[in-house]
């Protein structure tokens, strides 16, 4: 059982370029976020997904998007990374429920980086 | 809009203290409150608590919540170097989606 896998690890990315972060999961799962992580700051959720077709912005959508063709499957774009981007992101993901809900899954994380 | 606020940001200590940290929480339907602990990688899971009062423990750590007042510590007891982390609060807010709100976190430093 991989839980939550998320792709690259690391990225270095030039001003203006695109990128897509994939993440997939392999329990599931309906619910899945998109959190960035800056330093000193807690998660701030992207995106997020409460099933297949299905997404909504979070707290700091802007310059990003997700599509969720699949239960498994939640990709990030970066359409025109800027310097801000710069920041580490994790992929998530939750059941439903009184035992499985409760609990949320991270993936290890990407660290972008935008010169 | 649901907001998480913990203290202090930032704890250096040494070994065998005793630590509180703390979290408050402003939400609008509050179904849990988690805590994480987070080492340079994605945030592990700690504890969740859902009602005032029962305290939760796990070895030299543990955690209570109180729903009046909103908010919850999280203690650790004779601490280690490898407590060294950032300690992370999250609440969710009773939404259909099950999101989650969290703080920036405590980051402890335990000295040798």
């Known amino acids: 059982n991989a839980g939550v896998t998320q792709t690259p690890k690391f990225r270095i990315l030039k001003i203006g370029q695109s990128m897509t972060l994939q993440c997939t999961q392999d329990?599931?799962?309906?619910?899945m976020y998109w959190y960035r992580q800056d330093p000193g700051m807690g998660l701030k959720l992207i995106y997020y997904?409460?099933?297949?077709?299905?997404?909504d912005k979070g707290e700091v959508p802007n310059g990003y998007n997700v599509s969720r063709s699949t239960t498994e499957d939640f990709p990030l774009r970066l359409e025109l990374a800027a310097p801000s981007q710069t920041s580490v992101y994790f992929c998530?993901?939750?059941?439903?429920?009184?035992?499985?809900?409760?609990?949320?899954?991270f993936g290890e994380g990407s660290w972008l980086t935008v010169v | 809009e649901d907001k998480v606020v913990q203290s202090p940001l930032s704890l250096v200590v040494h070994e065998g203290d005793t630590v509180t940290l703390n979290c408050s929480y402003e939400?609008?339907?509050?179904?849990?409150l988690l805590w994480y602990k987070q080492e340079k990688k994605a945030p592990t899971f700690l504890f969740m608590l859902?009602?005032?009062?029962i305290e939760k423990k796990s070895g030299r750590l543990s955690s209570i919540l109180d729903k009046k007042e909103l908010f919850s510590i999280l203690n650790i007891t004779a601490t280690q170097t490898g407590d060294s982390a950032i300690y992370l609060c999250?609440?969710?807010?009773?939404?259909?989606?099950?999101?989650?709100?969290f703080g920036k976190g405590t980051l402890l430093t335990v000295n040798p």
């Open positions: 998530a993901s939750r059941g439903q429920g009184i035992v499985t809900g409760n609990t949320i899954y």
């Open positions: 329990m599931n799962h309906n619910y």
């Open positions: 997904s409460v099933g297949a077709g299905i997404t």
């Open positions: 939400v609008t339907n509050f179904r849990s």
């Open positions: 859902t009602s005032s009062g």
């Open positions: 999250a609440v969710d807010g009773g939404g259909s989606n099950y999101k989650l709100t």
